[in-house]
């Protein structure tokens, strides 16, 4: 019994530490690209919602989301939308934010 205890807390500990892992850096920009990719484990709806909860984007299509950079507002991964890169959204890679191309 007491193994079977031991067995789900450490599945349940290592579930956690892998969703925290996957989340984005608290404060950071990052493009939905990266988002939508390894580590991290965002869907298209979360992104999309994150979009139309800001009113100063409009709906995007699909293929827009990805060139969009988002803000990560807090611990938990929650993300909002910043800005739409119309000329495409720059991946920076292991730095902290990713940016607009310009």
């Known amino acids: 019994m007491i193994c079977r205890l031991a ?4 599945v349940l500990l290592a579930g ?3 969703q925290q892992a996957t989340n984005c850096e608290y404060q950071s920009l990052k493009c939905g690209s990266a988002l ?7 869907t298209e709806a979360q ?3 994150a979009v139309n909860d800001t009113a100063s984007i409009p709906p995007l299509t699909t293929d827009q989301l990805s060139q ?6 807090d611990i938990l991964g929650t993300i909002t939308g910043n800005a739409f890169c119309f000329a495409g959204c720059d991946v920076k890679g292991t730095t902290r934010n990713d940016q607009c191309i310009m």
Do not use: D, E, G
């Open 36 to 42: 939508l990719a390894a580590p991290f484990s965002y």
């Open 7 to 10: 067995i789900a807390a450490t």
């Open 68 to 73: 969009t950079l988002y803000h990560c507002t």
């Open 16 to 18: 956690a530490q892998a």
């Open 47 to 49: 992104i999309a919602a």
